[in-house]
Structure formats: C-alpha cells, structure tokens
C-alpha cells in the first residue's frame, strides 16, 4: 500500500470549514483514498473514500486531485465533537478473503476545534 | 453503514487468566477481523474470521494465543488466553461491507480496552 503524508496537528474554529490535506504520491492505479478518524482510545471511525471521483456524505466530501497524488478531507461545519486524529490511507479495495487486510495508520493529524 | 458493539468495554486482568472478548454486527457480514492497537501505535492485524471456516492468522499470532469463534454472520468472539502485561492493549472487532466493483468499507466497532497486571 502507498505510503501517505499528513501534517502533524492542525487547528479549526468551531463551525469553520476543516480541511485536513493527504500527500499520496505514489498512490497506484487500483488503490483507493480512505479516511478515518480515532478519538481517544475509540475504536477507528470510517468517514470516506474514493478513487478519482471526488465524493461526499453525510459526514464529509473528499477532493482528490486530477494526477490522484493528493487528496483533502473536507469536514463543512467543524464541531468540537470533531476533534480527533484524522487518518489517511491508501490501499487497494478488494475483498481478500486472506491477506491485504492489514491497515496502517501512519501518524494522522491531530484535528483541534477551538470555540 | 455497520454498527458494531464489543463486550466488554474494558477489563483489567491477571497474569495467567483469559478474557473472551465479544463482537456483535447490526447486519450480516462475511468478513469479520480482529485487531488489536497498543497505545500510540497503528492497528496490527490479527487474524481474519470468515463464517463457515477457520480463522485465518497473521504471523505471529497463534490460535493456542487467539482463538477466535464465528457461530453465525453477525457474531464472533476473541479470546486472549494465558495473558500476560504484554497482551495489554486496545482489541478491535472489524467488519468489510461489499459495495461491489472491488469497492468496501471497513467499520470498526469501539474496541476492548484491555489491562494485564
């Protein structure tokens, strides 16, 4: 799976657009965008993903960029029960029945929404 | 979407002893997988429990450690067995929903926070 980069930390006021960016450079034809988000010591929560389309759902819309080597997680109406740590991931989406199912997280960035 | 709930929610246990842990889907799925994350540290696979067949572990991780059953398609339990303080640890219940064209999503349930002493 293609390795991603996201920044460390960012900031959002509460009620602001939080738009979280994704370096995925090497990111390969057959795989996809993914996105979560973990908020202390909870299990991950699935937001999106996507191939080339840009998509959105009741959650969040995700941009991915034309050459598909960077990707924006866009969350419209930032609230303080958003803030977490936003992961990126990229990774070929097939139903393995063993094998490929292994996810890495990498470091994420730690979204803060101010009042 | 999938809803996935995870009893218990945390446990601490002594060295030796071992917990079952349960994992219970709002829909029917086929692919269930057991993770667990150590603190500050990415999800490490478990083993993939498919229903109908035996569990499939990832390397190093044994049944003997980890057996894992899958009754039915809405249901599977992990249990941590002879623990010890190296077993402490986020355990977490996943499931992959088709969308079809090699499209899925992948739900996490809440995770059992578990503390060996």
């Known amino acids: 799976d293609a390795k991603t980069t996201q920044p460390p930390s960012m900031d959002c006021a509460e009620g602001r657009a939080a738009n979280l960016p994704c370096n995925h450079s090497?990111?390969?034809?057959?795989?996809?965008v993914y996105w979560y988000r973990q908020i202390h010591s909870q299990g991950p929560q699935y937001i999106i993903h996507g191939l080339k389309n840009n998509e959105t759902n009741e959650m969040a819309s995700l941009i991915i960029t034309e050459d598909r080597k960077s990707s924006t997680l866009i969350l419209p109406h930032a609230t303080l029960r958003d803030t977490a740590v936003y992961y990126c991931i990229v990774r070929v989406a097939y139903m393995a029945q063993t094998g490929a199912n292994n996810l890495f997280f990498g470091t994420g960035t730690r979204l803060t929404v101010i009042p | 979407s999938a809803v996935i709930s995870q009893k218990p929610s945390r446990d601490i246990c002594q060295r030796g002893t071992s917990l079952t842990i349960q994992c219970q889907v709002d829909?029917?799925?086929?692919?269930m997988f057991w993770y667990r994350q150590q603190p500050g540290q990415s999800l490490t696979l478990i083993a993939t429990?498919?229903?109908?067949?035996?569990?499939?572990?990832e390397s190093g991780f044994v049944i003997d450690k980890f057996p894992i059953s899958r009754p039915n398609l809405t249901f599977s339990t992990l249990t941590v067995s002879n623990m010890s303080p190296e077993d402490s640890s986020i355990y977490l219940c996943?499931?992959?929903?088709?969308?079809?064209?090699?499209?899925?999503?992948?739900?996490f349930g809440p995770g059992t926070r578990l503390t060996v002493t």
């Open positions: 090497t990111i390969s034809g057959n795989e996809y």
């Open positions: 996943s499931v992959k929903l088709d969308r079809g064209l090699a499209d899925y999503e992948q739900y």
């Open positions: 429990a498919n229903q109908g067949s035996e569990a499939t572990y």
């Open positions: 829909s029917q799925v086929t692919m």
